[in-house]
């Protein structure tokens, strides 16, 4: 039996945990999720279930792992039996996700979990095994994966916050305060749904709830709803229910600054909690 942890991308409840540890649980992996941390733990035969399995599973729960990957050139084309070969090694070597070789571009592709292995480990394993290197290409090594991770998403939840944010605040003055200050097509509902509320509206949701809606359908699929799912639920119901209201489809008060704030106001959450647990790491 082999043993792995990986660090999940993601998650956001307790139901999160447990709709990755049913998925695992199907293909026949031992696991064991922490919310706090954010990993995965895994106990799995690697001759019955290779890593790449667990990843696709993650998926298929609607989360993803954090990997990395690494290009390792060599100095001449490889025949078909090295490349069998080396095909052979990499699924055998413990960290390696996945591995793409090109025999006459003289180079392979390998993914990995930098929380098990590293760079320099593979190519050492790829040279002892009688391979010429001619160089790598990977990433800049950082210590800390987990820290990585969270200032990536630390960098996207900022572009999606500055850009949701302002759209949100203008149609909350146009819906809230229209009627108390001069604003154009303010007083015409028609008109301020059409210019105002539909553009500025599915701007945000497309922009703010993009991190929220893969893992939101894949976890109604799994009949295991968490936080995002029910985010998604809230903010487009809204919407949709005040589209169909702007085009006279339905009747009734539309709603896009409600589900425009509800997005915004959720990642603008995340966002502080991301800046304050990296404060908190310092």
Do not use: W
């Not at 599973?57 to 993803?64: E, H, I, N, Q, S």
């Not at 180079?107 to 292995?117: A, D, E, Q, S």
């Not at 059409?194 to 109604?220: C, D, E, N, Q």
């Amino acid at each position: 039996m082999r043993e792995e942890i990986y660090k999940v991308l993601g998650m956001h409840c307790a139901s999160c945990t447990i709709a990755i540890q049913r998925s695992l649980y199907k293909i026949g992996v031992e696991a064991d999720v922490s919310l706090a941390s954010e990993e995965l733990r895994v106990r799995y035969d690697p001759s019955k279930i290779r890593a790449l399995d667990i990843l696709k599973a993650v998926r298929r729960a609607g989360y993803d792992l954090y990997k990395e990957e690494i290009y390792i050139y060599f100095k001449r084309s490889l025949t078909y039996d090295e490349t069998r070969i080396l095909d052979k090694i990499l699924s055998n070597a413990e960290g390696v996700i996945d591995s793409t070789i090109d025999p006459m571009g003289r180079f392979v592709r390998i993914i990995y979990n930098p929380l098990t292995t590293s760079s320099q480990k593979i190519t050492e394993l790829i040279v002892s095994s009688g391979f010429e290197v001619s160089e790598t290409k990977s990433e800049a090594v950082v210590e800390d994966v987990g820290e990585r991770v969270i200032r990536r998403e630390l960098e996207r939840l900022k572009i999606s916050v500055m850009i949701s944010m302002p759209l949100t605040i203008i149609l909350i003055i146009c819906y809230m305060f229209g009627d108390l200050i001069t604003i154009p097509l303010s007083k015409d509902t028609f008109l301020k749904d059409l210019f105002i509320g539909i553009p500025l509206s599915t701007i945000v949701l497309g922009v703010g709830s993009s991190r929220f809606l893969k893992t939101a359908i894949r976890s109604f699929l799994n009949l295991s709803p968490g936080m995002d799912a029910l985010v998604i639920l809230g903010t487009y119901s809204t919407y949709i229910f005040s589209l169909l209201t702007a085009l006279r489809i339905l009747s009734g008060q539309t709603f896009f600054e409600a589900s425009s704030a509800v997005i915004s106001f959720v990642l603008l959450g995340r966002y502080i909690e991301i800046r304050l647990k990296i404060r908190e790491d310092l």
